[in-house]
């Protein structure tokens, strides 16, 4: 059983991309039913699992590749928006033992008009930190707490 990594995700930017990421990362794609639709923010919308690494058993590549990817295992859960306005989005959940700061990296440099700033707290391991990233470039302060 995992520690949970406490993630606080603002995204700043143009209204429409605001709206245009919020649709994104809630969407639940059709193929796929079983996705919990209560989750608003899922990983695999931005950086989707290739079907190869996807159908392998999931020790099998897949989680090396969601940590390379996402910075964390199995994505996001218990997502919700805590506060919203035109030009910005303000999201908690958790992930697995780790921040996923390879995700907010990889959706600044696809999203280069969004900023987007991560505060995160893994008790259990005893880390804490703010990252932020705009245009592809992170900024991480982690400490041990």
């Known amino acids: 059983m995992p520690n949970w990594c406490e993630n606080i995700l603002v995204v700043e930017g143009p209204e429409a991309d605001i709206a245009a990421f919020k649709e994104k990362a809630a969407a639940v794609p059709a193929e796929d039913a079983a996705v919990d639709a209560a989750?608003?923010?899922?990983?695999?919308?931005?950086?989707p699992i290739p079907a190869e690494v996807a159908a392998a058993e999931y020790g099998n590549g897949q989680y090396d590749w969601e940590i390379e990817?996402?910075?964390?295992?199995?994505?996001?859960?218990?997502?919700?928006i805590t506060t919203e306005s035109e030009n910005r989005l303000h999201y908690v959940f958790q992930t697995p033992w780790t921040p996923p700061l390879a995700f907010v990296e990889q959706v600044s440099r696809d999203w280069p008009?969004?900023?987007?700033?991560?505060?995160y707290n893994e008790p259990g391991c005893g880390f804490q930190g703010i990252a932020k990233a705009a245009a592809g470039v992170l900024e991480d302060q982690c400490v041990n707490s």
């Open 69 to 80: 990817h996402w910075g964390c295992t199995l994505g996001a859960i218990n997502s919700a």
């Open 113 to 119: 008009t969004l900023r987007l700033v991560l505060a």
């Open 39 to 47: 989750e608003v923010l899922k990983l695999e919308n931005f950086i």
